[in-house]
């Protein structure tokens, strides 16, 4: 069985990345495509999880994890970035996603609560890049 590349992290059929340095969430999806993945897309509560776990990882140094979750039209209501599909399973923070001030298009996971918030797309947070694994 292969398993992921040096430094990614299996979980069931996908490798995942934890990079430390914070960057606006563009260039985090740059970053991701840089190295032939995606920046991290949640479907299930389990993998959800996961993520968390990985950022509970690098505490205190990981306060915020950038996930693909952007806004799509003019409802402020979110799709995945790279597989253009709407989020089926969600955490929103109690008021979230709130949308304060009118530009928080961009999906944010709080270390350690692991709650997810809308945030402006321009602020610095860490980021897990989500591949799958090269079977
Ligand atoms: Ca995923
Ligand atoms: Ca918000």
Request: charged residues 25%; proline residues 4%.
């Amino acid at each position: 069985m292969s398993s992921c590349s040096e430094g990614w992290m299996q979980y069931l059929d996908h490798c995942y990345l934890l990079r430390t340095t914070p960057t606006s969430w563009d260039n985090a999806i740059l970053q991701c495509q840089s190295l032939g993945s995606y920046l991290v897309e949640i479907e299930t509560k389990e993998e959800d999880e996961w993520i968390r776990k990985i950022g509970a990882l690098e505490i205190p140094s990981v306060n915020g994890i950038w996930t693909g979750g952007t806004v799509f039209g003019n409802e402020h209501s979110f799709i995945w970035n790279n597989s253009k599909k709407e989020l089926n399973y969600t955490n929103w923070e109690e008021n979230e996603p709130n949308n304060y001030g009118g530009n928080e298009d961009c999906l944010v996971i709080i270390v350690p609560d692991g709650n997810w918030y809308d945030e402006i797309c321009d602020k610095q947070y860490q980021f897990v890049c989500e591949k799958k694994h090269p079977f």
